[in-house]
């Protein structure tokens, strides 16, 4: 028998995956997802089970990176409603294995690797998309992906103003206060939205939940939700009058209802701006729609696993 694979829970993986180190590793990720066989990135489109007895979804996403050599599977489940709000919306499990024979070497907990890749990399595009003068953050949703995408957008930016609007007003609430920051609570999305430079829209929404008429030319949207190919947060509208930016134009022309529904068209990935072979239209309104890539959480997750052996392996 061999090793036994090591368990990395949820303390650890937030000890060990700080945005600092983690933004430029998922940098260079993006651009190797964005440059072909070159990149030496192989990540299919995710494999998705539907559980439609209790409206769930189970989600298979493996990557190899060449260039990190490293192997990994997330197994992610998603549930529309929730019997209990004990209990996340999202949860997910990280396996990385050996690359040269194929031994499991770690099982990691996924859920904070899930929130920090996602906002990181929502932060990269707001870095490169992003209005010159930027003052005002909107932030639709009150979730965890809601308080990740605060931590990280405040941390890299100075905005002056921050506003959230969520469903219902206790949460936007409970939200505010959890994240100690003076965040502005609205009493709706349009409100939030009035004069906001950077969006986010992190929701559980089928229908949309932002609309052009009320978002002012030349911001920039992080569209984090939606992540069904019926389901929806942003409006035609928005959609068609933007220029629209994706992490994988595979997979987001597969899994996302604001583009399968709008037939909008994607201009760029996020990779060939970092690349340099496209362009970073600051001046027009853009929208980055993330699905979410499996090499962000193969990046994450061999981070974790580095930093956990680097302290643990002599024990």
């Not at 629209?244 to 709008?262: M, Q, T």
């Not at 996020?270 to 027009?284: C, D, M, S, W, Y």
Request: hydrophobic share 40%; net charge negative.
């Amino acid at each position: 028998m061999g090793e036994q694979p090591i368990y990395i829970g949820t303390e650890e993986v937030e000890k060990f995956l700080n945005y600092p180190t983690l933004i430029p590793l998922l940098e260079r990720a993006l651009i190797q997802f964005s440059s072909g066989s070159e990149g030496g990135v192989v990540q299919p489109v995710r494999t998705i089970v539907p559980v439609a007895k209790y409206r769930g979804f189970l989600g298979v996403m493996p990557a190899y990176s060449a260039a990190d050599d490293a192997l990994t599977t997330k197994l992610v489940t998603f549930y529309e409603n929730k019997v209990s709000s004990a209990v996340p919306s999202h949860q997910a499990t990280v396996l990385l294995f050996d690359p040269t024979n194929g031994t499991l070497k770690a099982v990691i907990d996924g859920k904070v690797i899930t929130d920090r890749r996602t906002s990181a990399v929502s932060a990269i595009a707001t870095r490169v998309l992003r209005p010159l003068r930027a003052e005002v953050l909107c932030i639709l949703g009150s979730g965890a992906q809601a308080q990740s995408h605060y931590q990280v957008l405040t941390q890299q930016f100075l905005f002056k103003t921050v506003k959230i609007w969520s469903r219902t007003k206790e949460n936007a609430e409970k939200f505010a206060e959890a994240v100690g920051g003076g965040v502005i609570v609205c009493s709706s999305a349009q409100e939030a939205v009035t004069d906001a430079d950077v969006i986010v829209t992190a929701t559980m929404a089928t229908e949309p939940v932002l609309f052009g008429e009320w978002v002012k030319t030349g911001a920039h949207i992080n569209a984090i939700g939606a992540c069904r190919p019926d389901w929806r947060e942003l409006d035609d509208s928005l959609m068609k009058n933007c220029v629209l930016y994706v992490d994988s134009k595979e997979a987001a022309e597969k899994e996302s209802g604001d583009i399968v529904i709008s037939q909008a068209n994607i201009y760029a990935e996020i990779g060939e701006v970092l690349k340099g072979t496209k362009t970073a239209h600051q001046e027009k309104t853009t929208v980055f729609k993330s699905v979410g890539m499996a090499i962000e959480d193969t990046v994450s997750a061999k981070l974790v696993y580095d930093s956990w052996m680097a302290i643990n392996a002599n024990k």
